[in-house]
């Protein structure tokens, strides 16, 4: 992953705070045991590892593991220097937290963990859920928790209206689909899925990305790099693309872009 990816990730952070559904968090909270021994699924960047300690997770074992080496080596220093605490070999410890960070397959880096929770923020429109489902069963004790919030749900708007946009959105759709393993509406498919195995779905929240403006924080580049994304998928493929996309930066550069993706948060206990 490119360092442009690593300021796309630290930048969906603000988008990310605001579309949490609290419900499910809550849920998520008085489900966990003290001290708790949590798995996170292309952790990224980090991120959730603030957050935890934010909601109080202060005690127990925490290990993220994702795909790209650079975002691991990035998660480690960064994450470090923001929350304190002692050095240790590929992360720290905080208060009673131990944290590391691992590059890995998070589809079979986890099998016998026993862990109390599997953390997949914005992760299981990226694999084949029931592969991933599988696999955080293997990873989790008896009634362990899968934590999937941020789940891309299908569902994607700019604003203002563009007469371009119904196709270009199908189309930034379809190619996501096209990809092996991605799913553009993944997050009801999740909770199909969640439905259809032997433990139970907990809570269920929407957790859509709204971002409006004027941007806060780094949103300006968060949204830049949406329309990099809709840009590598549609382009030259769909009539009035490239006015569209001419139309959407401008838009962007004068602030006058608004961008909403539908997401799920998603609490399952497996059996
Ligand atoms: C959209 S990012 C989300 C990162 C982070 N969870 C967040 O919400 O900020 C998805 C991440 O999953 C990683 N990834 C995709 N497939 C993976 C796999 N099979 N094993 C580990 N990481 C994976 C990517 O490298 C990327 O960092």
Redesign the pocket.
């Known amino acids: 992953?490119e360092h442009a990816d690593r300021r796309y990730?630290e930048a969906?952070?603000t988008v990310?705070d605001r579309a949490l559904d609290h419900r499910v968090r809550d849920r998520l909270l008085d489900e966990l045991p003290d001290a708790p021994r949590i798995r996170?699924?292309?952790?990224?960047?980090g991120?959730?590892v603030p957050r935890l300690l934010d909601w109080g997770v202060t005690a127990g074992d925490y290990l993220g593991?994702?795909?790209?080496p650079d975002?691991i080596e990035y998660a480690r220093e960064r994450r470090a220097s923001e929350c304190g605490g002692d050095r240790i070999e590929g992360g720290f410890r905080v208060d009673d937290l131990t944290v590391r960070f691992e590059q890995?397959?998070?589809?079979t880096a986890f099998e016998g963990a026993e862990a109390d929770c599997v953390v997949a923020?914005?992760?299981l429109d990226?694999?084949p859920v029931d592969g991933a489902l599988d696999a955080f069963a293997d990873a989790l004790t008896p009634g362990g928790l899968v934590y999937a919030p941020?789940t891309f749900d299908g569902e994607t708007t700019f604003q203002p209206d563009h007469p371009a946009d119904d196709a270009v959105v199908a189309a930034y759709h379809d190619a996501i689909d096209a990809e092996p393993g991605r799913d553009a509406r993944a997050g009801r498919h999740l909770l199909d899925r969640c439905r259809a195995r032997d433990g139970d779905l907990l809570a269920v929240g929407a957790s859509d990305w709204i971002v409006y403006p004027p941007y806060p924080a780094d949103e300006r580049a968060f949204l830049a790099t949406i329309l990099e994304f809709v840009a590598e998928a549609v382009g030259g493929r769909v009539a009035g693309a490239d006015d569209w996309l001419r139309t959407r930066r401008r838009q962007l550069d004068a602030g006058r872009l608004s961008y909403v993706a539908h997401g799920y948060d998603a609490l399952y206990r497996v059996e």
């Open positions: 992953m990730l969906k952070r990310d996170e699924a292309g952790v990224g960047t991120v959730t593991v994702d795909r790209d975002v890995g397959d998070a589809l923020q914005a992760f990226l694999v941020i």
